[in-house]
């Protein structure tokens, strides 16, 4: 896609505004229970002689990265056959990953690549990259800088599943995100 260059912010902000209404059609999300800082329970004063105090234990705090029930712990980014079009199902995941990047400096992501068996190595490997590309782009248009985004491509070389059907193949058309460090 040709965006002129009179006008490229407009163009950023339309594709913005369009992954945030992808994001509200999409389920509703879980939230974490904000952690509970220790406190003193009231006591009524006729109770005063029998209880002493409660406290309420502090949760301990899972890093985001960490928490299976984020949206951050999907790392994986499915794609058609033959395609390295990032699907808007994908939409939602993105954002929360741009976001994390944006706020998290310091956090770098490699962005790998990978197609099904069926193929030639060298046109998976290019198609692999292609779809790493393609994230990439999302996420940069997302506000993510360069500098903490790298991409790679294995091609057919690292499959998840290993089967010669298409629920195999499914699942090895995907770049993961693979974060370097936090």
């Given at each position: ?45 006729s ?10 234990t ?70 692999g ?49 693979a974060?370097?460090?936090?």
């Amino acid at each position: 896609m040709h965006i002129p260059s009179d006008r490229p912010s407009t163009y950023v902000l339309a594709l913005a505004f369009f992954l945030l209404s992808l994001a509200g059609c999409s389920s509703p999300q879980v939230t974490t229970p904000l952690a509970v800082a220790p406190t003193r329970a009231a006591v009524a004063p006729s109770d005063v002689g029998a209880a002493t105090s409660s406290v309420v234990t502090k949760t301990p705090s899972v890093h985001p990265l960490d928490d299976a029930q984020s949206v951050l712990a999907g790392r994986t980014v499915y794609f058609q056959y033959d395609s390295a079009r990032v699907a808007p199902s994908s939409a939602a995941m993105l954002e929360a990953h741009s976001a994390y990047l944006r706020s998290h400096t310091g956090a770098k992501v490699r962005l790998e690549g990978h197609a099904d068996e069926r193929g030639g190595r060298e046109y998976n490997l290019a198609l692999g990259q292609k779809r790493s590309d393609a994230v990439r782009q999302s996420l940069k248009l997302l506000g993510v800088p360069d500098g903490q985004m790298e991409s790679v491509s294995y091609g057919k070389e690292k499959p998840a599943a290993t089967g010669h059907d298409e629920e195999s193949w499914s699942k090895n058309r995907k770049v993961d995100i693979a974060y370097q460090a936090r």
